[in-house]
């Protein structure tokens, strides 16, 4: 069972990205699916997750806005959409995957990505 994330890069301030994260090994249709991140020094913080069904998200207060969650259940994959980036969006991105639990919080995560940097200079 593997989360592959891909999509970080380097990107001026107010750039945007599009991280993907694909999944093998298992179908997670069923799943919650989430991003977090993680910054230099600092702790891993909850980004944004979409049900099942992709029919409700949820977002930090710091991306709402911003960022765009979505799911292809067929493909097997979720996307953040990052717009207007800012430095402080600069973090190493991770995708996860649970089936209960609390959508932001990575300890109830049971599936995770490796991790893409994502690099937003001023």
């Known amino acids: 069972v593997q989360l592959q994330a891909s999509g970080g890069g380097l990107v001026q301030a107010g750039g945007s990205l599009r991280l993907s994260c694909a999944a093998s090994?298992?179908?997670?249709?069923?799943?919650?699916k989430g991003w977090f991140r993680q910054a230099p020094g600092k702790e891993r913080e909850f980004v944004a997750a979409?049900?099942?069904?992709?029919?409700?998200?949820w977002y930090a207060d710091s991306v709402k806005g911003r960022f765009t969650i979505s799911r292809d259940n067929a493909k097997n994959t979720v996307d953040l959409q990052m717009n207007s980036l800012k430095p402080d969006d600069t973090a190493v991105y991770y995708c996860?995957?649970?089936?209960?639990?609390?959508?932001?919080?990575?300890?109830?995560?049971?599936?995770w990505g490796q991790g893409t940097l994502v690099t937003v200079s001023s």
């Open positions: 996860a995957a649970t089936l209960s639990g609390s959508y932001y919080k990575g300890a109830d995560y049971n599936f």
């Open positions: 979409i049900s099942w069904s992709g029919g409700v998200t």
């Open positions: 090994g298992r179908t997670f249709s069923s799943y919650i």
